[in-house]
């Protein structure tokens, strides 16, 4: 599907239309061929002008037809073709210029952008490589330590930006088709018609290129562990520098025919439709939902300026959301205020922008919210304040005004039943920082309307959020299924593991950081705190066994004895590591904890045994992913996707595994389900490790495909 126009000044105009992106159909690549053919096969027109429709250039190729084998012609000698033409072609870069769109526009003689326009090549982000000629012509155009800056990264950058790294020729705020028109017009003029042909031109070589390959390679291996397709996009660029263009583009079809086959790809593809589909489908089930449409929020208020209060002002400021800044402290208001201003400066310095602080507005008390169509409460997490700040937000709100709160761990239902209209009242659990932290979980109480829950999942996008919506229960749905892996990563402790070893383990597997290293990160008195106050501190040490909570499961007080110990974490320069003073950034193993781990083992009677990485890996993600088949099972997400979704975006689950549940289609439900029978024989006071019974369910269907537990699931429910 493409259009083809004859425009003024002896010129063809295609434009490419497959809303909502433009992106490069079986269609819309035949459409290219036919347009082009008839551009170039008439005397009458002397140069093309390339567009999309609805001012979005081309999103890229289409990501739905992945799942099949490729059919269509093929983009690579469409591209050649085009670049080959003896009539200049010019690419109008409107909207976007992603992965493919990008390519087409590499291979046109000359590219304008619009100055809003974003260009990218983010294949790398879907487990491939930009296999159209993107490795082989961008660095010919820009050099190859930018070129694998793109590759690699998959960033999308500005009209602005790419103008400077020499992407596009020209960037204008009018209408880029007729600044495009107009350079097609004088260069169809000049003879000889020397058109610039990248495939054509030599790859500039940098005289330490071979080291700056090797740090590239370095870098990519350390930030995305496992990930295979970072690492064959820096092979593909080296390709481009070190072999002429045709043997280039040979080699980067044979990565990309690795990648394409491999697992991962498929998995980070899942990602991709999953976070944009989370929220479509249904609510968990425990929340009612019609397709109510989301209400408008005009102006906003957050109440309490503590460190998540501050990030969620400015995720509305930055958002273009007016927003009342509430805190009756007078020294945390002054505080809380400067961290705002500080936040909005430099993130408007970063995005070239002005800072929005013009629109927050700060207020000691809650007498100005008369005007605002939604609350975020980010008061301390104490039950009975929070239900006091919700009864007065009750009466000092217009009667309509949706009441959300920030909290992680409260029952959102007792907070609802402190006002007078309690189907207004959502949980926004955001992380922190909750101006960076792209996950929100959007908390629906038993009694929140549907049209309140629609209008905080849209709100959440607007934040630059991914929203995903779960029911109300502890820990909601990631910190619950969080709690089974915390608690065996910490057995293993007790039964011979190391810090290290674990952490080791899960690296090695995708994480960016260990549990324990994260937990030196975050401090350990977080958790103490909650334990605490859950009452699972227990009597503690019981010589000659595991030690239990009060409750009377097991439970592993390690981390309350390093607390006890004022061993908080990086903060107080050692937790489960050691750094080099409070604040110190680089853990290093102490030798400090060898010996107490001896001797809290010696004193429960615990002998060490060796624990190999398989063990660790098994325990500590099959106990999450247990509990996130409970999660389903229970209502709590509307399917295996959200739970995912909330993994990967939120607790850096590597993407490139598709997340927990999808990981455990791909290793085999059965499998899983043999591995927790395993070790719940081996642990039967260990409840995370019994199989869920949605887990024996599936298997005893014989293993439905992922997109069939939704199916399933709702099978239970109607059932009870
Ligand atoms: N192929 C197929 N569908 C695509 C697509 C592609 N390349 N890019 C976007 N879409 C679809 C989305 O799935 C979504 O569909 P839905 O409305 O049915 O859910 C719709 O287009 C809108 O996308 P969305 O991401 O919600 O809109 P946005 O305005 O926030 O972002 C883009 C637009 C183009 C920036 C974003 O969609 C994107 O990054 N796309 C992927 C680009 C890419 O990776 N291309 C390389 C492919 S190898
Ligand atoms: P966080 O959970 O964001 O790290 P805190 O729990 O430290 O932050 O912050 C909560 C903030 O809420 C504190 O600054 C506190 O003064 C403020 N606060 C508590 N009660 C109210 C109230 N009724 N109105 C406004 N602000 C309040």
């Known amino acids: 599907m493409a259009r083809y126009t004859r425009i003024p000044g002896s010129l063809a105009l295609i434009t490419l239309t497959n809303p909502p992106v433009n992106a490069l159909s079986i269609a819309v690549r035949q459409g290219i061929i036919d347009t082009m053919s008839r551009a170039l096969s008439d005397p009458e027109v002397k140069g093309v002008v390339l567009c999309g429709e609805n001012r979005k250039f081309c999103g890229g190729a289409d990501i739905r037809e992945f799942a099949g084998p490729m059919k269509g012609p093929h983009l690579v000698p469409t591209f050649d073709s085009i670049e080959a033409a003896e009539k200049p072609v010019v690419a109008a870069i409107e909207g976007v210029a992603l992965g493919g769109g990008l390519e087409l526009a590499l291979a046109c003689h000359y590219r304008i952008a ?80 020397a058109l610039p042909r990248l495939s054509a031109q030599p790859t500039p070589r940098p005289p330490d290129l071979d080291a700056l390959l090797e740090a590239a390679m370095a870098q990519v291996r350390r930030r995305a562990r496992g990930a295979l397709a970072p690492v064959a996009c820096v092979q593909a660029v080296a390709a481009a520098a070190n072999l002429p263009y045709g043997q280039g583009m040979r080699k980067e079809s044979e990565l990309m025919d690795t990648l394409f086959g491999s697992g991962q790809a498929r998995a980070l593809q899942y990602c991709f439709f999953s976070q944009r589909a989370v929220g479509k489908w249904s609510m968990p089930s425990g929340a009612r939902w019609d397709n109510s449409a989301p209400r408008p929020v005009r102006k906003a208020a957050v109440i309490g300026l503590g460190t998540m209060g501050r990030g969620i002002v400015v995720a509305f400021a930055r958002a273009g959301i007016p927003v009342v800044a509430v805190e009756m402290d007078a020294k945390q208001l002054e505080a809380g205020s400067q961290a705002v201003a500080g936040m909005l400066e ?107 829950v629609a209008t ?235 199989p869920s019974p949605l887990l024996r369910k599936l298997v005893a269907m014989g293993s439905p495909p992922i997109h069939k537990w939704r199916e399933v699931i709702k099978g239970i429910h109607s059932q009870l």
């Not at 699972?536 to 592993?556: D, F, M």
Request: net charge negative; glycine share 10%; with cysteine.
């Open 456 to 690: 905080v999942m849209q709100l959440g996008k607007r934040l630059g959020k991914v929203s995903v919506a779960v029911g109300s229960c502890p820990g909601f749905v990631g910190n619950r299924m969080l709690m089974p892996y915390l608690r065996q990563a910490s057995f293993l402790l007790e039964e011979g593991a190391s810090p290290e070893q674990v952490d080791g383990a899960l690296e090695e597997f995708g994480f960016p950081m260990g549990v324990f290293r994260m937990s030196d990160m975050s401090g350990l008195d977080v958790g103490w705190r909650v334990r605490k106050e859950l009452g699972l501190t227990g009597p503690g040490v019981a010589p000659g066994e595991p030690a239990r909570s009060r409750q009377g499961s097991r439970y592993c007080p390690l981390a309350d004895l390093l607390c006890e110990q004022g061993r908080l974490g990086q903060k107080t320069g050692s937790g489960w590591y050691l750094y080099d003073g409070p604040g110190g950034q680089e853990a290093r193993p102490d030798p400090w904890m060898r010996g107490f781990l001896e001797e809290y083992r010696s004193l429960h009677g615990l002998r060490a045994r060796p624990i190999g990485q398989q063990e660790v890996l098994e325990r500590c993600l099959y106990a999450l992913t247990n509990e996130g088949f409970r999660v389903l099972e229970d209502g709590m997400a509307a399917g295996p996707e959200d739970v995912d979704v909330i993994y990967v975006v939120g607790y850096s689950w590597p993407a490139h595994t598709g997340g927990p549940m999808f990981h455990a289609a791909a290793v085999g439900l059965p499998a899983v389900l043999d591995r927790l029978e395993h070790y719940h024989r081996a642990h039967p006071d260990v409840p995370e490790l019994q």
């Open 346 to 452: 430099r993130d408007a310095a970063r995005r070239g922008a002005e800072s929005a602080l013009g629109l927050v507005r700060y207020a000691a008390d809650l007498r100005d919210l008369r005007e605002v169509d939604l609350v975020v409460e980010a008061v301390f997490e104490d039950l009975a304040l929070k239900r006091q700040v919700f009864g007065e937000l009750s009466t000092a709100c217009e009667p309509d005004t949706l009441l959300c709160s920030n909290t992680s761990s409260l029952d959102l239902d007792q907070l609802a039943a402190a006002v007078r209209r309690p189907e207004l009242v959502v949980g926004m659990h955001f992380f922190a920082p909750a101006h960076v932290m792209k996950l929100l979980e959007v908390v629906c109480g038993p009694r929140s309307a549907p049209a309140a």
């Open 114 to 193: 619009h100055v809003k326009a974003r260009l990218g090549l983010p294949e790398v982000t879907l487990g491939l490589l930009p296999a159209a000629g993107g490795t082989q012509r961008l660095p010919r155009l820009i050099g190859v330590p930018a070129a694998l800056d793109l590759i690699t990264t998959g960033r999308h950058v500005s009209a602005q930006e790419a103008l400077k790294l020499g992407i596009v020729d020209r960037v204008t705020d009018g209408d880029a088709r007729e600044v495009a028109a107009e350079l097609a017009r004088s260069v169809s003029a000049e003879r000889p018609l």
